[in-house]
């Protein structure tokens, strides 16, 4: 996630309508739906009546079309979270836990509808999506039950001398409106890690849909409106940044920006929010390290390089495995390993059950890795399996071996099925590669010797470390963010609801005399 505000953000459709999946189904397409965006509770169309079209990144087919808002919908979208926030405030954390419980009843009930519609937009596979649907209930469970577990504490003043007549306690407040931006990767998994929090907290909410998919999320959002959600207390806004302007990162009402994207885009959100001090949560990408050590499950690390990198999100996680650090004693048994199992990836039609490999989200998404790839080869870099493109937005799942650190494929996030493997002689000199990198997000370290498996661990510079599995985990009861260029602060069940309230702390002088 190195690129630009514009690069990452801005992408759109590219107006070109690709192939039909690698083995050749086609299907007819149902017709294009007109969604709104969601404006104090109704469907709505942009000021302009513009719009554009969310294409299935598979087939090429226009899904729905849905309003292309601009900096007028922008300020009609905060101007109704002006009047939410005093609705939000007030609604007790009863009412908070009872509409985001029911709404997690509702996904449950809708699963499959919705499962399909975001394998429809987005393009990972049906099995992706349902277990992506099945997160995203489980977390607007888990916010549901935490609305009622905001608590502050009781301070013991008779700790300070002359001040033992006194009571002290804290109590927690949302923050106001916050703002959140949703990636295109997992939408409705990363909408549910962030929105539901911020309701939990008590907060209005102003929520930036991704322009490539924005639909999944729109109707979870009807959701959460049909269980009771305040029409002021929720806008969704569809559109692309550039003709949405700056007041979402500027105006002095929005108190807190929750991002989860690349660093270019983040370094732009920080500037802007700075002007009026407003918190920012940025959830970023990575170089995510896999280190693999003489002792590991080398069967087990191989099949975590296919699951954490090759198949699930066609590679396009924040966390998924970056590079792949091999001890040289074991690396030809791994690589013969992973070649042998990642010969076997099933790419095609992601609405079928047995793919395991879909597309990537745009035709310009495929040509990126493939000009990262590329450029890597020409530096040196052998590519053992895949190495190209399949129509317009399908990548072949890659291996390549014989990187250097300096290549594209090692030092910047690939966003694709693609695997570079290198190699290292001991424990330190692996520590020392995974750290040489401006980025710390999430890693993963493969052996059966637990002392040998936590000394790396504590010794690498992240903000999450997956012994025996892929570093691409998330459930929500686990602090999750990065150190360095990978974001500030950290998500959770508990972590979210923190960052989205302040703390107050109320002195009552005399009341013990």
Same mark, same amino acid.
Request: glycine share 10%.
């Given at each position: ?82 009047? &939410?926030?005093? *609705?939000?405030?007030? +609604? @007790? ?6 509409? =985001?419980?029911?709404?997690? /009843? ?70 106001g409106i916050v703002v959140g931006i949703i990636p295109f990767n997992y939408p409705a998994e990363l909408f549910a890690h962030k929105i539901p929090?911020?309701?939990?907290? &008590?907060?209005? *909410?102003?929520?930036? +849909? @991704? ?6 999320? =729109?109707?979870?959002?009807? /959701? ?49 929010a700075a002007g009026t001090l407003k918190r920012t949560a940025f959830e970023l990408g990575g170089t995510d390290v896999m280190i693999v050590l ?220």
């Amino acid at each position: 996630m190195n690129t630009s505000l514009q690069d990452r953000l801005n992408e759109g459709t590219t107006g070109q309508a690709p192939p039909a999946s690698p083995n050749g189904n086609v299907t007819a397409p149902p017709p294009a739906m007109r969604m709104g965006m969601l404006l104090n509770g109704q469907q709505s169309p942009s000021i302009s009546g513009e719009e554009f079209a969310v294409r299935n990144p598979a087939s090429g087919e226009i899904i729905a079309y849905v309003p292309r808002c601009n900096a007028q919908d922008v300020e009609r979208a905060i101007e109704l979270a002006i009047k &939410g926030r005093t *609705v939000m405030e007030r +609604l @007790p954390a009863h009412r908070r836990s009872d509409i =985001l419980g029911k709404t997690a /009843i509702e996904i449950g009930r809708r699963h499959e509808e919705l499962s399909q519609l975001l394998s429809r937009e987005n393009g990972k596979t049906i099995r992706q999506c349902r277990f992506e649907m099945i997160a995203t209930q489980r977390l607007f469970v888990d916010f549901a039950e935490e609305a009622k577990r905001i608590r502050g504490a009781y301070l013991p003043m008779d700790a300070v001398p002359g001040l033992e007549n006194m009571v002290a306690y804290t109590v927690r407040h949302p923050v106001g409106i916050v703002v959140g931006i949703i990636p295109f990767n997992y939408p409705a998994e990363l909408f549910a890690h962030k929105i539901p929090g911020a309701i939990a907290g &008590g907060n209005s *909410v102003i929520v930036k +849909l @991704p322009e490539l998919c924005p639909l999944t999320v =729109l109707r979870i959002g009807e /959701i959460m409106l049909e269980s009771g959600m305040p029409p002021e207390g929720m806008q969704m806004l569809t559109g692309f940044p550039a003709d949405m302007g700056d007041a979402l990162l500027t105006h002095p009402e929005v108190r807190m920006v929750s991002f989860t994207g690349s660093v270019g885009a983040a370094k732009y959100i920080a500037g802007k929010a700075a002007g009026t001090l407003k918190r920012t949560a940025f959830e970023l990408g990575g170089t995510d390290v896999m280190i693999v050590l003489e002792d590991a499950n080398l069967a087990g690390a191989a099949e975590a390089v296919v699951q954490g990198r090759l198949t699930n999100g066609a590679g396009q996680i924040c966390c998924a495995v970056k590079r792949v650090l091999v001890q040289e004693s074991v690396y030809d048994k791994f690589l013969s390993l992973l070649l042998e199992r990642s010969g076997k990836i099933n790419m095609g039609d992601p609405s079928l059950d047995e793919t395991d490999l879909g597309p990537l989200i745009t035709a310009d998404a495929a040509a990126k890795v493939h000009s990262e790839v590329s450029k890597s080869i020409e530096m040196g870099a052998k590519c053992l399996l895949g190495g190209g493109r399949e129509g317009l937005s399908f990548y072949k799942p890659t291996v390549l071996v014989d990187v250097t650190p300096d290549m594209p494929v090692m030092c910047d996030e690939v966003f694709g099925p693609v695997a570079p493997i290198y190699t290292f002689k001991d424990i330190a000199g692996a520590i020392a590669i995974a750290n040489d990198s401006p980025y710390g997000l999430q890693a993963s370290v493969f052996s059966e010797n637990i002392n040998n498996a936590l000394k790396v661990a504590h010794r690498l510079e992240v903000g999450g470390v997956v012994i025996n599995g892929p570093g691409a985990f998330r459930p929500g009861n686990v602090p999750f963010g990065g150190f360095k260029q990978s974001g500030n602060g950290r998500e959770s069940i508990t972590d979210t609801i923190r960052e989205m309230t302040e703390e107050k702390a109320i002195v009552i002088n005399g009341a013990l005399a």
